[in-house]
């Protein structure tokens, strides 16, 4: 409890820039703690913080989002599957920040959006394509992308999109890409 409380003593004196959780300086204290306890030290500064300096909308435990610290950047990786269609900078695949590229024109008419690694690799050319690695729940984070908003999805694939959604066919059934044999893929491509 005295780390806790030590922890909650820094956090309240801090006044400068935002920090990354790991910046958090308490002698004697490291971030498996901040990371182990965030849940006793999310109620201790809710208690001891001005309202100003809590986010109600984070959730509890997001110690980083509910109190004002740094975040960890999110990123996309994408490649083409136009060999003759290179990215900008001539890269055939690229990591960037979210932030970096959400504003972009469309990189090309047609996107793929897959959440397993190996797939995203697998995938074989495709003209004016392109894939997007979105890693399962983190898919959210796309939605910041504009150019993405512009890019061609078929009327089916917009029906499917809905009646998963919507539970058309069960609460919370998914599509499992692991489970879509890889010759239908590259026939459909």
Known sequence: MVNALAVVAWVSAYNADPVYLRQVDVPGVDTKFLETNRSLLSDLLTEVLAPARIDETAIRTDLAARFGFRRKPDYVRFRTLDPSRPLPGGFLEVMARVDAVAGLGALAPRVLVVENEITYLALPDSVAAIAVLGSG?????????????EVELSEPELRLYADLR??????SVRLEQERIGFHLISQAL
């Open 137 to 149: 729940f983190g898919l959210g984070r796309l939605a910041r992308i504009d150019w993405l908003h």
């Open 166 to 171: 919507a539970d058309t066919f069960g609460p």
